[in-house]
């Protein structure tokens, strides 16, 4: 990239940084020492504005750089991921926003703790919760390094380092300065940016082709290498039944994960009431929609503006493949248009992880406080809570930046995939068997966590994702005793099946009186916070 390239993508980087440790700063000045100022922002937020929040939490860098990146390479597979992140809305919106808004009050475990036994059901609750956050925010650290790493030159080692070790360091203080409130309007202005990039790029790939969709495609599929069947299903699931299980299990975690991602859920608690929450849901469908919709279009247009070999060229993983469409679009390496648009598209990349990752370490360091913290210190004031999440973001930020750096050569779309997969065996049995059925108990709720959580990470870290493979985290080992890279096809039903075990086989009697009235709280919102 030129120095022009360099100059101006570093100098909006800067203002968008400059400006939302402004936001951080006005807010940081209002009272944050109580526990749901901090957690919640006050609950003062409408529903479009929590709605955009939500969007801009979820339309992370997995979204916007890795999915284009897997179309442009993969074609048709790539797209699964579009399908599942938007599809996944349905199950938050239909069984899970105003129950868990009405049960809760500020993380997973309070739904799960109303009617159980606080202390086991917590701490199980909150390790699972940092667990899936951690995942969440490496995805979210190799993007910003391949992206930084392409703006200064290439695929510097140095540079992707130092732009991990600085992301995690801005995460840091925006949770530990302005919490829940400045994260939301860090979210807020996010959006905007990342859709108004988005609409803008769809606009040009679109009006490159005339138009015309049908040609877009025939073009990308003609310079993949792969005629036809880039246009088709197969191209990277469909070679074995090993990578046909591995779609299955891929497209289950999507699909049930963002139910259990504790920093979406941690939104819902922001907003006055369950009404509200669930028109946040609405807000945020039709915004992710939209944007889904827009990421096939980059990707395509990757592969046929771009072409897959220099997407492939650029970063193994596909990451590069958005910036670089960019370039082109704008008139090529060297132009004025294409060094505009390249930077404000860098920037915008830039923007998104940022703000991903400060609603990512927020709701895990609201895990480790108010679940972890609180159980083993239960007389512990909320000031000390709030402090106690402080101190919390800035460890999970030196673990987020260390793992960051381990894995920065996978796709961030993958890594999310790993996320979610943990999250739908973890945290979503545990959830339903709450909210739904009623003979569930404190040993069954234990279970259900541990039974998906331990499965899910022993088989990632046994997969090919890890060792094995020339593309593993440790290309030099083997240990790969499980074939697939995705584990949620077993580990999923394993957090199901878990949960029921642990509840028929317990000699606790359910608290036939704490369900009946988590149930009229749960549809009704009468004792909600």
């Known amino acids: ?33 109580s526990a749901e100022e901090f957690y919640a922002g006050g609950r003062l937020f409408s529903p479009m504005e929590n709605g955009f929040a939500i969007a801009g939490d979820y339309m992370s860098a997995a979204s916007f750089l890795g999915i284009s ?84 030159g290439g695929r510097s080692e140095a540079a992707q380092a130092w732009t991990v070790v600085g992301v995690g360091a801005l995460m840091v203080v925006y949770v530990s300065m302005g919490g829940m409130r400045a994260t939301t309007w860090i979210q807020i202005v996010k959006a905007v940016l990342l859709l108004g990039g988005t609409i803008a790029l769809t606009v040009l790939v679109l009006l490159r082709f005339h138009g015309d969709f049908n040609r ?35 497209g289950l975690a999507l699909v049930l994960g963002t139910a259990g991602l504790p920093h979406i859920l941690s939104r819902f608690y922001t907003v006055p009431t369950a009404r509200a929450a669930r028109r946040s849901v609405v807000w945020a469908i039709g915004l992710i929609g939209g944007f889904y919709l827009m990421t096939i279009v980059l990707g395509f247009g990757a592969a046929a503006v ?14 590069t493949a958005v910036p670089l469409l960019a370039l082109d679009l704008g008139g090529g390496a060297g132009s004025t248009g294409g060094t505009v648009l390249f930077a404000i598209v860098a920037a915008v990349a830039f923007a998104t992880i940022l703000a991903v990752v400060a609603g990512i370490t927020l709701a ?28 919390a973001a800035l460890g999970i930020g030196v673990l987020a930046i260390a793992l960051g750096l381990l894995a920065r050569d996978l796709n961030v779309a993958f890594l999310v995939g790993l996320a979610f997969a ?24 234990v279970w259900a966590v541990y039974g998906g959580l331990i499965p899910a990470v022993v088989l990632v870290l046994l997969s090919p994702v890890v060792s094995g493979s020339p593309d593993s985290l440790f290309p030099g080992a083997d240990f790969q005793l499980f074939p697939l890279q995705n584990p949620g096809l077993v580990s999923i039903p394993l957090g199901f099946l878990a949960g029921w075990l642990g509840t028929v086989t317990s000699a606790e009697v359910p608290d036939e009186a704490k369900h009946a009235e988590t149930e009229v709280r749960s549809l009704t919102g009468a004792g909600a916070v």
């Open 1 to 33: 990239m030129t120095r022009d390239h360099q100059a101006l993508a570093l100098l909006l980087f800067s203002a968008f940084v400059a400006v939302t440790l402004g936001i951080t700063t006005w807010v940081s000045r209002r009272r944050q020492g």
């Open 69 to 152: 990146g897997l179309i442009a390479l993969f074609g048709y597979d790539g797209m699964l991921y579009s399908v599942g992140f938007l599809v996944a809305w349905l199950v938050v919106l239909f069984l899970v926003a105003e129950l868990v808004r009405n049960c809760g009050r500020f993380t997973l475990a309070d739904v799960v703790a109303a009617r159980m036994r606080e202390r086991p059901v917590r701490i199980a609750a909150g390790t699972s919760s940092v667990t899936v956050s951690v995942l969440y925010l490496v995805a979210q650290m190799v993007g910003a390094g391949s992206l930084v790493a392409l703006l200064l």
């Open 216 to 250: 877009l495609l025939l073009t990308a599929a003609e310079r993949s290498g792969h005629g036809e069947a880039f246009l088709a299903p197969g191209l990277a699931y469909g070679g074995d039944w090993t990578s046909r299980f591995d779609f299955v299990s891929l």
């Open 306 to 319: 771009v072409g897959p070999d220099a997407v492939r060229g650029s970063n193994a993983a596909g990451n």
């Open 364 to 391: 895990s360091s609201a895990s480790v406080a108010h679940d972890l913290y609180a159980s083993v210190r239960r007389r512990g004031k909320p000031r000390s809570e709030v402090a106690v999440a402080r101190v």
């Open 422 to 445: 943990v999250a739908a065996s973890a945290n979503l049995p545990v959830l339903l068997y709450s909210l739904f059925w009623r003979r569930f108990t404190t040993s069954g709720a």
